[in-house]
């Protein structure tokens, strides 16, 4: 079983800045792409970033420009950095691998005031 734990969430008003941090259990070099999703009250889990084990990234066009999705192979970790956030990125935020299995995390609750 692989442990996915994420940190980093809070409260930030509107145009502030939050770094979401991921860990995992095993070497994440070794992981297919590690995703960050994001799902808020009353709507669907979305995909927000995505970095595979190449260093390609992919965003949602809601976060691009805003948000960038980076990994640290020695410590296990994937980040997002999150910029000019809006309330409308106001979610629960969780962490994924890919691979022959998904293993998810608890989420980080992000919230943003106007």
């Known amino acids: 079983q692989v442990q996915v734990v994420e940190s980093g969430g809070g409260l930030v008003q509107a145009g502030g800045s939050l770094r979401l941090s991921c860990a995992t259990s095993i070497s994440i070099t070794t992981i297919v792409a590690m995703g960050w999703h994001r799902q808020a009250p009353g709507k669907q889990r979305e995909l927000v970033a995505l970095i595979t084990s190449a260093g390609t990234t992919n965003y949602a066009d809601s976060v691009k420009g805003r948000f960038t999705i980076s990994r640290d192979n020695a410590k296990n970790t994937v980040y997002l950095q999150m910029n000019s956030l809006k309330p409308e990125d106001t979610a629960v935020y969780y962490c994924?691998?890919?691979?022959?299995?998904?293993?998810w995390g608890q989420g980080t609750q992000v919230t943003v005031s106007s």
């Open positions: 994924n691998t890919y691979g022959v299995h998904q293993y």
